[in-house]
């Protein structure tokens, strides 16, 4: 039986006040998106959770 030479992958706990949610985009945003963390170095949620933050601190209305 062959066996994995993989690690396997460990995921840091998420703070206790983190809740998951589930987006749907459309595919060019995400690529936009998936481009722009990669640019910053940073992740995608990183990213997300960056512009909610800006969005609900403005005062835009629509």
């Given amino acids: 039986m062959p066996t994995s ?3 396997p992958i460990t995921v840091s706990p998420a703070p206790a006040n983190d809740v998951a949610i589930v ?7 995400r690529e936009a ?19 909610a933050r ?6 835009v209305t629509l």
């Fill in 33 to 51: 998106l998936k481009a722009r963390a990669a640019a910053e170095d940073r992740s995608m949620a990183s990213v997300m959770r960056l512009a």
């Fill in 5 to 7: 030479t993989q690690s």
């Fill in 23 to 29: 987006v749907r985009l459309p595919q060019d945003l």
């Fill in 54 to 59: 800006q969005y609900v601190e403005s005062e």
